[in-house]
């Protein structure tokens, strides 16, 4: 990880999707050869289902959004 980018400057990454879409002028259709099916683009964007590493790739290649942006570390599970 880049020293400048820490879990907590790091945008989630939903909001760094919809962010390169306002500033492309993109819709949930643009993203459909990045992410898949239009609904599943719905479900991404509703945080109901999470990114792929697949998606997060092709996010990165076919729009430029940084892979950090796409990456959000969380902090694993306590164990029970």
Excluded at 23 to 44: C, H, M, S
Aim: some cysteine.
């Amino acid at each position: 990880m880049r020293p400048d980018i820490s879990p907590s400057t790091c945008p989630i990454p939903v909001e760094a999707i919809k962010f390169r879409m306002e500033q492309g002028g993109l819709t949930p259709k643009d993203l459909v050869p990045a992410i898949g099916r239009l609904n599943r683009v719905y479900e991404i964007l509703a945080r109901k289902r999470p990114l792929t590493l697949a998606m997060i790739w092709q996010l990165h290649e076919k729009f430029g959004i940084p892979a950090e942006s796409l990456i959000r570390l969380t902090k694993p599970a306590a164990s029970a």
